[in-house]
Structure formats: C-alpha cells, structure tokens
C-alpha cells in the first residue's frame, strides 16, 4: 500500500474518525484506525462495538492496501506535521510516513482481527445540517452524566412525520427542541435513545444536509448520521440506549399564573455575580416582582450578594431559588435577546424559553427550584 494526501485534508479526517475510539479498549485492535486505500481514494474507519466512525477522503493512491495503526498516535503525530503532502507506505509490519523532513513509523496491528463495521439502517430522513447542530447543543444542555442512570445520558428523539423533537433530562431539568425535518415517508413515527455525548459530537462535526437513519421497531437498535466535508463523506452510527425513556413532556404545564420577560444577557451577569458569594449545592433566591427580579446568595456569614434586573412582570409575586450553574445551563442554551420566565407556584418549576427567537427554534428549558436556605 502506498498514497499521498495532501496533510490538512487527511488530520482532519483521522481527528473525525479517532473521536470514537475508547479510552480502554477491550481488545488492543479497538484502538486502531482501519486506513483502506483503492483508486476512489481513502477510507478510514474506527469501532468500538458501540460507536462507529468513517470518513472518505480524497488522496493519490499508487497501490490499494489496508492497514491497522494505532489511531490516538496517528492522530497526534498529523496534528504536529507541517504543512506539506503526507506520503505513506506500508513496509512489511510498519507503516512509514513522511512529511517535509519529518519521518515516522508505526507499528500494525493485525486488520483480520478487526470487526466489520455496522451496516447503516435505510435512509429515515435529512435535516439540515446547521439547524441540527444547533438544536442538539439546546437538548443535550439537559442530560444526565451519572453513568448509574444510562436512560438519562441520552437523548431522545421523536419523530412525527415533519417535526423532529429532542428530549432530555437528568431529573432536575428537562431540555425540548423541535425543528422541521424532511422525512422519507411523510407518515413515519419513530423515536430513538441516544447517546447525548455521541450525538452531540457528531451534530457538530457534519456539514451540509445531514441524512438520519433509524432502525425500525423490532430492528439492531442502530442509528446512523451521514453528512459531508469539503473532502469527503463523514458517517457515524451507534446503538441505541436500552431503557424506557421517562414520560416526561406533561411537566410543562399548560397555564402560567407568573411571567417574567428579561434582557437574557443582563440576567446571565447578574446570575454569574450573585453567585461568586453562593455556598455549594445552595440556591440562589429570585424574588419577582414590581418590575425586576432580585437574586440574593451567601456563604454563611463570610459573604452576601443581592442585585436586581429590570424586567416585564405579569402575575402574582413569587419567590423561589434555583442551582445557579443549571440556571445558567438554560439561559445561555437559549437563542434571542429577551427570554420569558414562566411559573404556576414557587415550588413548581419554571419553563425558561425564548421570547424573541424564531419559530425555527423552538427551545424550552424547564427547570426545578431548589430549597431555599432559611
């Protein structure tokens, strides 16, 4: 096997392609990277048994092969080479690589002993790419990261016909995107667990129209994510989390005795100063009412903060707190200027949305209040 690629073009590709290797691999061949080269060019491939990742790429072959290196070191070795064509040959068990005045060589690992990659369920749709990487950043603002609860570390996604929604929660606040998608068949109804950490790593490195595949009822439990670069096709599928995902979207209730409306940015300073002086794992209190909101923490008797934002009220004073870092989760994850606080009680959570963002982004972020100190 011997090619050359020109250097950006092929670190960008293993980088896309190394994300999903594991960290402790159950067998030594899963911290490989499978480089495959033919007359079309190159394709690598990573797998785990859970994720997989492949990326197509164009380079000057001059004769195919297949090959199985450590994927981790070719990544870093490409993220240091100089702005030069990379040339490659495979010399007996190494595979040697120059670049400018730089010379490398890796040991293989053993390709038949690497698994084949899932096959990719039928097209389900296509979406586009931007909207979805931004949906997806909302809704994983929300998921868990306790490993001890696998069906909170997803997210799921609901399928009906042109509307895509994206659910998750950790228990304490719940996060809902939807957006407009175009679907295969216009009557589907699907739904899927993600991995959030997967989803979100692979909505954010797609370009262009991005065409999701799910696996039917009854199927291998597989999602798969297709979209392009400027040098090739990026695919990456993933079995889905076992587990019934809470039934979670009656908690946004469907009246609101308070809203505030608030410049997002102005209550974002104030949250992040009031906090300095907060103890851990407290609240910060948030009184609304007479036309702005005072936040108020302390530390004990060491250090006290209250600050107040101007703000539009409609409805009953209330007060409440809330654990400042998961507040501030929500309203950065928010799109627009001005954002609605919606409540029905102060011991009931409250609904966070935009006020002022587009249809397209239709984002809520629910958020429970937490006990206030006496």
Not at 44 to 51: G, M, N, V
Not at 178 to 200: C, F, G, M, Y
Request: one cysteine or more; a negative charge; aromatic letters at 6%.
């Amino acid at each position: 096997m011997k090619f050359r690629v020109e250097r950006d073009v092929f670190a960008d590709a293993v980088a896309w392609a190394a994300r999903s290797l594991p960290v402790r691999p159950s067998a030594p061949v899963l911290a490989g990277l499978l480089i495959e080269a033919s007359a079309e060019g190159l394709v690598l491939s990573a797998f785990d048994y859970e994720t997989s990742a492949r990326a197509e790429l164009r380079a000057d072959v001059d004769s195919d092969g297949r090959v199985l290196v450590s994927g981790r070191l070719l990544a870093d070795i490409c993220r240091s080479l100089p702005q030069k064509p990379i040339d490659f040959e495979l010399t007996g068990p190494k595979l040697e690589l120059k670049c400018g005045s730089g010379r490398f060589s890796l040991q293989t690992m053993p390709v038949e002993d690497y698994p084949t990659l899932p096959s990719v369920p039928p097209a389900s749709g296509v979406v586009s790419g931007d909207e979805f990487a931004n949906a997806v950043a909302q809704a994983v603002t929300a998921a868990g990261r306790d490993d001890m609860l696998p069906v909170l570390t997803g997210v799921r996604i609901e399928i009906e016909g042109e509307r895509m929604s994206l659910l998750a929660t950790d228990r304490f606040r719940l996060s809902h995107r939807e957006l407009t998608w175009r679907p295969a068949n216009t009557d589907s109804s699907l739904a899927a667990l993600v991995p959030a950490k997967v989803l979100s790593d692979t909505a954010k490195n797609l370009n262009g129209d991005v065409t999701i595949s799910i696996s039917p009822a009854g199927g291998d439990g597989i999602i798969g994510f297709e979209g392009s670069s400027p040098d090739g096709l990026r695919r990456t599928t993933t079995r889905l989390l076992d587990g019934d995902f809470p039934k979670v979207r009656s908690l946004f209730p469907s009246e609101h005795l308070t809203v505030a409306t608030v410049n997002k940015s102005e209550l974002i300073d104030t949250v992040k100063r009031v906090a300095l002086v907060a103890e851990r794992n407290t609240a910060v209190q948030m009184k609304f009412g007479d036309g702005e909101i005072i936040l108020d923490s302390q530390s004990g008797d060491e250090a006290q903060a209250t600050e107040a934002v101007s703000a539009e009220i409609t409805g009953d004073e209330i007060v409440t707190g809330f654990n400042p870092a998961y507040l501030l989760d929500g309203l950065s994850a928010l799109a627009g200027e001005k954002i609605d606080l919606s409540f029905t009680q102060a011991n009931k959570p409250v609904v966070i949305s935009s006020t002022d963002a587009s249809d397209s982004n239709a984002f809520r972020y629910l958020l429970m209040p937490r006990r206030l100190l006496s």
